[in-house]
Nanobody, 121 residues
Framework: QVQLVESGGGLVQAGGSLRVSCAAS?????MGWFRQAPGKEREFVAT????????YYADSVKGRFTISRDNAKNTVYLQMSSLKPEDTAVYYC?????????????????WGQGTQVTVSS
C-alpha cells in the first residue's frame, strides 16, 4: 500500500505561482493530481506516467500548470502559474497500481489527504 502526503499549498494572489508536492511512501507508477472546490465534485487536473514521458492535462489548466516527478525521491509536483480564483480548491494527488495515464479518478488506487490552495482576486 502506498501512502501519499501532499504539501506546498497556501494562499496566493491571482496571477501568481505556487508549487505543490506529493511524497509517496514507495515506488509509484502513474500519478495524478485532482482538485475539489467547495460545493463541487472532485475534478481531474493532470496526470503523468512513471517515466514522465507522458502527461495529460485538463483543458482548464493546460498551458498554466505543469506536472513533473522525481522518481529518486518518490515525489510528484504540480507547478501552477497564472493562477486564477477559480483554481481555489483542495488539491489531491493519487497513484495507480497500474501504468497508463488517465483522467478518471476511479482508476486511481491511493489518495493523499489533500492540500488547500486559495487564490485571492
Amino acid at each position: 500500500q502506498v501512502q501519499l502526503v501532499e504539501s506546498g499549498g497556501g494562499l496566493v494572489q491571482a496571477g501568481g505561482s505556487l508549487r505543490v508536492s506529493c511524497a509517496a511512501s514507495g515506488r509509484t507508477l502513474t500519478m495524478g493530481w485532482f482538485r475539489q472546490a467547495p460545493g463541487k465534485e472532485r475534478e481531474f487536473v493532470a496526470t503523468i506516467s512513471r517515466s514522465g514521458d507522458s502527461t495529460y492535462y485538463a483543458d482548464s489548466v493546460k498551458g498554466r500548470f505543469t506536472i513533473s516527478r522525481d522518481n529518486a525521491k518518490n515525489t510528484v509536483y504540480l507547478q501552477m502559474s497564472s493562477l486564477k480564483p477559480e483554481d481555489t480548491a483542495v488539491y489531491y494527488c493519487a497513484s495507480r497500481d497500474r501504468g497508463g495515464i488517465s483522467p478518471l479518478s476511479s482508476l486511481y488506487d491511493y489518495w493523499g489527504q489533500g492540500t488547500q490552495v486559495t487564490v485571492s482576486s
